[in-house]
T-cell receptor
């Protein structure tokens, strides 16, 4: 199973972009990279996923390094509602064999 | 509204007293799973089910049982709870990962305390 490393915490000002990094240097060639977030007192929520190419959706963008050993979740304009713990987890295709670490706690300052 | 519903939200029980945490989803999802969340350890998978009558162990199955008799329900059973099972539990569901990736929908969680 691929291991991940994420900063314990990050801060951002409201309305500014946020780049949340994840290192997954032991990822295998067929693992997808998934991101979830967990708002206070709630269950985790799917954010985005990708394999090799950068991906965009209504919530965020995912930038994947060319060697796939790291990825960055980009929130284009942070809001107070984006304050959460963000998890990245490589996962083999066709499975939900997630490994949720302790994630990055994002604090958004008004 | 599409959702995963867990009950109860909070439960305090005594060691050895059998309990069941229910999980129900209204999205016709094939895949369902249980996780526990502990400080410093993140979320760890207990059991999962690919479809009705198909269940398998996750990473931390000891002390738990599950059943999947109907597609919508996936109860978590603790036959003889112990204090080390005090945790925050989450149920999740999704369409089958074999048909593509859609992301989990998680329930709101059940906070269990075993004294």
């Amino acid at each position: 199973d691929a291991k991940t490393t994420q900063p314990n915490s990050m801060e951002s000002n409201e309305e500014e972009p946020v780049h949340l990094p994840c290192n997954h240097s032991t990822i295998s060639g067929t693992d997808y990279i998934h991101w979830y977030r967990q708002l206070p007192s709630q269950g985790p929520e799917y954010v985005i996923h990708g394999l090799t190419s950068n991906v965009n959706n209504r919530m965020a963008s995912l930038a994947i390094a060319e060697d796939r050993k790291s990825s960055t979740l980009i929130l284009h304009r942070a809001t107070l509602r984006d304050a959460a713990v963000y998890y990245c987890t490589p996962t083999p295709s066709g499975t939900y064999k997630y490994i949720f670490g302790t994630g990055t706690r994002l604090k958004v300052l008004a | 509204e599409a959702q995963v519903t867990q009950n109860p939200r909070y439960l305090i029980t005594v060691t050895g007293k059998k309990l069941t945490v229910t999980c129900s989803q209204n999205m016709n999802h094939e895949y369902m799973s249980w996780y526990r969340q502990d400080p410093g350890l993140g979320l760890r998978q207990i059991y999962y089910s690919m479809n009705v009558e198909v269940t398998d162990k996750g990473d931390v199955p000891e002390g738990y049982k599950v059943s999947r008799k109907e597609k919508r329900n996936f109860p978590l059973i603790l036959e003889s709870p112990s204090p080390n099972q005090t945790s925050l539990y989450f149920c999740a569901s999704s369409p089958s990962p074999l048909t593509g990736f859609y992301g989990y929908t998680f329930g709101s969680g059940t906070r269990l305390t075993v004294v």
